[in-house]
């Protein structure tokens, strides 16, 4: 049993999703990304992608900007400030969890 369990309770839940947890993933490592790779990294079809998109919008971890580029839509991705400090906590976060195990 971990020393501090209540460290399992900090576990972001929104990000611990595993489909959102690798959309996060993608997207701390570049300044933006568009739809379709994102898509394509992560081998999501476009309904679902969309959907953790929301979810991750609506509680301001990602920005989601749509545009016309030479006739064609063209969404693009980028992590708030707010979603970056999130996936930063949470990664702390399984480290504790994980830290407090016995060996």
Known sequence: MPKNPANLKNIDRVIHEPARLMIMTQLYV?????????????QMTPGNLSAHLTKL???GYVEIVKEFIERKPHTALKLTKKGRSAFKEYQQNLKKVFSDLPK
């Open 57 to 59: 919008e609506k509680v």
């Open 30 to 42: 570049v300044e933006s990304a568009d739809f379709l790779f994102l898509q394509n990294q992560i």
